[in-house]
């Protein structure tokens, strides 16, 4: 019995060649292309009573809900009133541990949520999968959002404009004690990367620091900064 062969196409000299099937038209490099998924937009269901207030309008302000003494329990209100923060990456690392059933592998993220004027917070999270470590740190991040207090604290400037903390903080994360000294305006921040990075998406321009501990350990070097900035809007 015959079989019936592939068609083919003429190859040029040396005689013609198979017609390859699903890579696009033969001789060519177009390929196709699969269709982009787009991002799937989560719709915001409030669940509790202040989630309800904050998304019928009755509160349209974080100070508001500090003046009264609640607790944010969902990240949707801190999005809701705080449309312009941005969330980013600080550090991610791996935990490693023996156990009765042989080594377990865990991913810790540390991610920090600011509007760079005036609010930051900084979350952690753990989990076996690295995509889920860093959802549960930006959702963290949001529920740790705190209002800091921006000025001119230094002699040198006397300015009325808000790019520096209006006095100097120090504050406290494990072994890390970090103090931020307001500066002149133009100066910038003298601080390290990641340290940096943090005083930049809380708002400010122009400061000096000082650490002493293991900085490092963004842990505690995070909780240290949080500690300062927070200090401004209580003491001030």
């Known amino acids: 019995m015959s079989q019936s062969s592939p068609q083919r196409q003429s190859g040029g000299p040396r005689g013609p060649r198979p017609v390859v099937y699903g890579r696009g038209v ?3 490099n177009d390929k196709p292309r699969r269709p982009r998924r787009e991002p799937v937009v989560e719709v915001w269901v409030p669940k509790t009573v202040l989630g309800r207030k904050v998304d019928s309008g009755e509160i349209t302000s974080i100070e508001e809900i500090l003046e009264s003494g609640l607790r944010i329990q969902e990240a949707g209100i801190i999005k809701k009133l705080l449309p312009d923060l941005k969330s980013e990456v600080v550090d991610v690392g791996i935990i490693q541990k023996m156990t009765s059933n042989g080594q377990s592998t865990r991913f810790k993220a540390i991610v920090a949520a600011g509007n760079e004027n005036g609010y930051l917070g900084i979350g952690r999270g753990k989990s076996k999968q690295m995509r889920i470590a860093i959802e549960k740190a ?4 949001f529920l740790n959002v705190a ?3 921006l000025g001119c604290g230094s002699w040198e400037c006397r300015c009325d404009q808000h790019h520096s903390v209006p006095f100097k903080v120090r504050g406290k994360g494990g072994s890390v004690t970090i103090e931020i000294i307001p500066a002149p305006r133009g100066l910038g921040l003298v601080a390290g990367g990641k340290i940096k990075r943090l005083l930049e998406l809380a708002g ?3 400061a000096w620091t000082t650490a002493k501990g293991s900085t490092p350990t963004m842990s505690s070097t995070s909780k240290a900064v949080l500690d300062c900035l927070r200090q401004t809007f209580s003491q001030g």
């Open 138 to 141: 930006t959702t963290q991040a």
């Open 204 to 206: 400010l321009k122009d």
């Open 147 to 149: 209002p800091i207090k």
């Open 26 to 28: 033969p001789g060519t």
